[in-house]
């Protein structure tokens, strides 16, 4: 435990203890520390530390050794402190001796410690009072500006003028100004008032680095003794302009809007925020388009206080052609930055398809895609072009050639085909349009070359996509030209199967032509055709029991029978000859009743072989009966 015995100074003081008693030159303290065997002191320090509101203050104090049993159960220690202590201050050449010990509220600290580690402390405030002059500058903002991040300091752009106002119970003599930078003036006092309290001069502060000067510039008054006060730290913001770059190129587009406007201080003055609202930023930026303001951003709309980023202006939609953007941008201390911006303010290049959306394309086969372009500048225009489907190009060109080319279809499905147009001011204008590839179909038809008038035959239709698929469910039209005729019937409409199969049966007539035709499927086939199949008909033709012995020299009859009965028709009866043709011996014309009889005689004897034929019409193929045997005697 610590106890104050007793303070007493220069003035005269009483030796007791009293919150806030006044001292001055040198401080007598008296106090008493307990202790215990097992927390005994070694070190006692009484010190005086001057207030945190000026620059240049120190501490003076004292310090005791204190050795086992010094302190048990108590010991009373005396220390002298010195509050009118002074120490060079803003160096040799510039400086003055400051005291240590401000003026004013004080307080004197005890400290005791002991080995455990523990310390102990006691405190007394106190006023000193050696009669230093006061110095104060009224154009520094306060406390709450550092607080609220407001700029702190003295503005010295170009020049800086500077008041202060200086008391003293001892007077004043001077005031003076000084900086421990060496890039500051050399010390200069301030001119006396011919009234009040209140000193001043002006600096010419051009050849000054841009900067926030704080903790290196002072001013300081000096009694009518010489004495100097506590020196006050006159913190200073030269602030020498900027330089703002608009973050837009000279080929802009009408709708570019807004435009980052960057500013770049120095890099004394350039720092982070919240650090840059002491220092300088830009409040404010005016754009204009040849001359004429188009957009005016103020802290608070598109910006914020302190803004490290740069300024955002809304251009608004500005005309095609060649012009110049003004941009002027202020800082919170009225320093300027401008750049002027020629920029030609084009168009993109759009195109409008001409070819190659008309229909769905098939798989396997060439589509060609055109486009024309054009611009609402009236002077772009589409320097270079690509087209491509599905990211594979196929096509390129270049001015003055319109976009145009040829594309072999391949996979089934849908596939974007896009147009990629560059202008020669490097806008890209890319148009893409989905388009459907369907599948082709290939219809085989197969049946029955020749058949018999009245048989039955079936014809049968093989449909299949692209990559072989079969096209179940195909609807297939079977269509039949007769013989002699032009116009193509169909016959019947028939589903294919799930192998892509479709069969028609149907009653031999008349000789005639067979396709199948396959109908395309909405947004899945295209239709098909298939190659035309000849079918023929035969007649039907037989004869009658005939007779399979004769004598030559003697006629022998023989019927043939035959269907369908056509007026005229001549029947003939053939014979082999030794060298296999055929020779007609006789012909016969058929009745009403589908029958010829004619009578054969033999010029010889032997082994004959016979045959009826009926010559083909354009309704019936030629028709042979089958042939038989005569031995003639």
């Known amino acids: 435990m610590i106890t104050f015995d007793g303070i007493s100074s220069d003035t005269g003081g009483d030796g007791t203890v009293s919150a806030g008693q006044t001292i001055t030159g040198t401080t007598d303290v008296t106090f008493t520390v307990h202790a215990d065997p097992d927390d005994e002191p070694t070190e006692a320090v009484v010190s005086i530390t001057g207030s945190t509101m000026y620059q240049g203050t120190g501490t003076v104090k004292q310090t005791f050794s204190l050795s086992p049993g010094d302190c048990l159960p108590s010991c009373t220690l005396h220390a002298t402190l010195d509050t009118a202590a002074t120490q060079q201050f803003g160096g040799s050449a510039n400086g003055m001796a400051a005291p240590l010990v401000n003026d004013g509220a004080n307080s004197i600290h005890i400290e005791v410690d002991s080995p455990r580690p523990r310390t102990v402390t006691a405190n007394t405030a106190v006023t000193v009072d050696n009669k230093r002059p006061v110095v104060t500058l009224p154009d520094l903002p306060g406390d ?39 890039a500051w003036p050399a010390p200069v006092d301030l001119t006396a008032p011919a009234s009040g309290a209140t000193w001043a001069t002006t600096l010419d502060t051009s050849a000054v680095p841009a900067g926030l000067y704080a903790g290196g510039v002072y001013v300081v008054a000096y009694d009518k003794d010489g004495r100097a006060g506590s020196p006050v730290r006159a913190d200073t913001l030269v602030d020498h302009g900027f330089t703002i770059t608009p973050k837009l190129d000279t080929v802009i587009r009408p709708y570019e809007t807004p435009v980052t406007v960057n500013y770049a201080y120095l890099s004394a003055l350039n720092k982070a925020f919240p650090a840059n609202l002491i220092y300088a930023y ?18 608070g709309a598109y910006t914020y206080e302190g803004n490290t980023e740069g300024f955002l202006a809304d251009l608004g939609r500005l005309p095609y052609g060649a012009h110049t953007l003004t941009f002027d941008t202020v800082d919170n201390r009225g320093a300027h ?6 920029v030609k303010v084009v168009s993109e290049v759009t195109p409008a398809w001409t070819d190659g959306f008309q ?41 003055p050639a319109q976009p145009s080319g040829t594309w072999k279809t391949t996979t089934t499905g849908v596939h974007d085909v896009t147009l990629t147009i560059v202008s020669q001011y490097g806008d890209t204008t890319v148009s893409t349009v989905p388009i459907r590839v369907l599948a082709a179909t290939t219809t085989r038809l197969t049946g029955p070359a020749t058949s018999t008038y ?64 396959t109908a395309a499927k909405n947004l899945t086939w295209a239709s098909s055709t298939s190659k035309t199949l000849t079918s023929h008909a035969r007649a039907v033709l037989t004869v009658s029991k005939p007779t399979t012995t004769a004598v030559h020299g003697k006629p022998v009859s023989y019927t043939a029978l035959s269907s369908p009965y056509v007026k005229g028709t001549a029947l003939r009866f053939q014979a082999r000859q030794k060298d296999g043709t055929w020779v007609t011996l006789t012909s016969a014309a058929l009745s009403t009743s589908g029958s010829a009889t004619a009578k054969i005689t033999f010029s010889r004897a032997g082994t004959w072989s016979l045959r009826v034929y009926r010559p083909g019409t354009t309704d019936l193929t030629d028709t042979y009966s089958s042939s038989w045997t005569v031995k003639v005697s």
């Open 337 to 342: 930055g401008r750049v002027d911006l020629p």
């Open 144 to 182: 709450d500006a550092w607080t609220s991040h407001k700029p702190v300091g003295l503005s010295a752009d170009g020049e800086l003028s500077l008041r202060a106002t200086a008391t003293g119970a001892n007077g004043v003599s001077r005031v003076r100004y000084f900086s421990s930078s060496r």
């Open 359 to 399: 229909d769905f394309p098939v798989a396997g086969s060439s589509r060609t895609y055109a486009a024309t372009t054009s611009a609402a500048d009236g002077v772009s225009r589409a320097e270079h072009w690509t087209l491509d489907v599905d990211g594979t190009t196929f096509a390129t060109g270049s001015y």
């Open 454 to 517: 009245g048989s039955k035959a079936t014809f049968t239709a093989t449909v299949a996509q692209t990559g072989a698929k079969p096209a179940a469910g195909a609807k297939v039209s079977f269509q039949y030209k007769r013989a002699g005729t032009t116009t193509w019937k169909t016959r019947a409409t028939v589903t294919a199967d799930s192998t892509g199969k479709a069969s028609y049966p149907t009653t031999t007539k008349f000789n005639g032509a067979w396709r199948a035709v």
């Open 282 to 299: 830009p409040v404010s930026t005016t754009v204009s388009l040849d001359g004429k303001a188009q957009a005016t951003t103020p802290v």
